[in-house]
């Protein structure tokens, strides 16, 4: 298993400004996601983030605007950056250990 | 494009009712398949997962799903509910041929009436 700890849970924030959401996790892994979940909707890959290498981002989802860092085999960061009102959603980390832990989520709402 | 669909939205029951929910993908291939559950307030949990052998899959609280590969379906079962399944119920998928990206159902939230 997998224990996943994300800061922060909750936020509001301020059109224009960016957010860093954090991701820690109890054990070394090699493959940790960032998801999406949107108002009444569900969840949407945002990136693969791997040690070592560049984050890679599915359709729809670009660097500059979520940029991703993965120091260690227990990290990750996620940046919403120049956050509008429809980036207002739970942002949440996730680990393949085996099978896919996901954490609490970060449930962002932007102003 | 892969995809998944889950084609109730919202699905309400009374208690000892039984439940079925349902899961298709886009094509096949060789495929891992999931279910997840979300309650109320609570992040995601996996209540079974399908990766080979057993069409039939038993998961946690009384659920099972059934592959069946040639309607490209993973349908969720439970013979009798309970109020305290009241949640929303992810269907999931990865294609081997994908780098075994999750790909999510959008989501049916159930309702158990007492």
């Known amino acids: 298993s997998a224990v996943i700890s994300q800061k922060p849970s909750r936020d509001i924030c301020q059109r224009g400004t960016s957010l860093t959401i954090q991701c820690q996790v109890d054990s070394q892994v090699t493959m940790m996601f960032w998801y999406r979940q949107q108002p009444g909707q569900s969840l949407t890959l945002i990136a693969t983030?791997?040690?070592?290498?560049?984050?890679?981002?599915e359709s729809g989802f670009v660097i500059d605007k979520f940029p991703i860092s993965r120091p260690n085999l227990t990290f990750s960061t996620l940046t919403v950056s120049n956050m509008s009102p429809e980036d207002s959603s739970i942002y949440l980390c996730?680990?393949?250990?085996?099978?896919?832990?996901f954490g609490e989520g970060s449930r962002l709402t932007v102003l | 494009a892969q995809s998944v669909s889950q084609h109730n939205h919202h699905v309400i029951l009374s208690e000892a009712a039984s439940l079925e929910l349902g899961c298709n993908y886009s094509y096949g291939g060789t495929v891992n398949l999931f279910w997840y559950v979300q309650y109320p307030g609570q992040h995601l949990q996996l209540l079974l997962k399908?990766?080979?052998?057993?069409?039939l899959v038993k998961g946690i609280k009384g659920f099972e799903a059934e592959f069946i590969k040639s309607k490209f379906s993973f349908n969720l079962r439970k013979p009798s509910v309970q109020w305290s399944d009241t949640a929303e119920y992810f269907c999931?998928?990865?294609?081997?041929?994908?780098?075994?990206?999750?790909?999510f159902g959008s989501g049916t939230r159930l309702l158990v009436r007492p």
């Open positions: 999931a998928v990865t294609w081997m041929d994908s780098s075994y990206k999750l790909i």
């Open positions: 996730s680990v393949d250990n085996g099978e896919l832990f």
């Open positions: 399908y990766f080979s052998g057993d069409p």
């Open positions: 983030a791997n040690q070592g290498s560049e984050a890679t981002y």
